[in-house]
């Protein structure tokens, strides 16, 4: 009996550990496909639509430290665009995380209490929608440059500005309102 009862204890581990090996395997083969395509001229973004998308640099934190990154926001007008789908538009937080996961939880209640609505969570154990757009956002952090182990490691925030456009991506359940003040408010 005390056996069965391990392995309840368990699950919910095992269960979040499949969904990462499936947003895994969803990721490896959207880079996969998109390893031939060309960057083109920039498009137009949804939430930005009065002017051309460019290049933008992304200030990441992560376990391997501060850096900046250089992203294409052609490449990221996919996921502007499924973000107003959802409601979302113009300054926010977007968090990745399993319902299962007690950094998300933290985070949630972080972000909640200090940021009131304009944090977005994706918990991709609850909603296939949301997980088409979190294995998304998963493939551009890995095309701009952020560790696997990272990119797909939970909590994975991503602040936008009044644009619409990535300005900061977070992993890791950091709870320091002077860091966040400053990413958002920069």
Known sequence: MGSKLAAYRWAPLIIGLILVAVILAITIGQILRNTESTLESPVKCSLTSSSTLGWVNVEYI???GFKTLKVNLSEWS???RELEKLGYKGECVIAIGLTTCPYCRSLERFLSQNYGNI?????IDKNA????VASTLVT???KWGVPANEALAVPNAI???KKGAPKAIIIGAYL???LWDSLLHS
């Open 159 to 161: 602040i936008l500005d």
């Open 140 to 142: 551009l952090e890995l």
């Open 129 to 132: 929608e949301l997980r088409n």
């Open 78 to 80: 996919e996921i502007a």
């Open 62 to 64: 992560g376990s391997s």
């Open 119 to 123: 944090a977005m969570w994706l918990y």
């Open 176 to 178: 320091d309102r002077n």
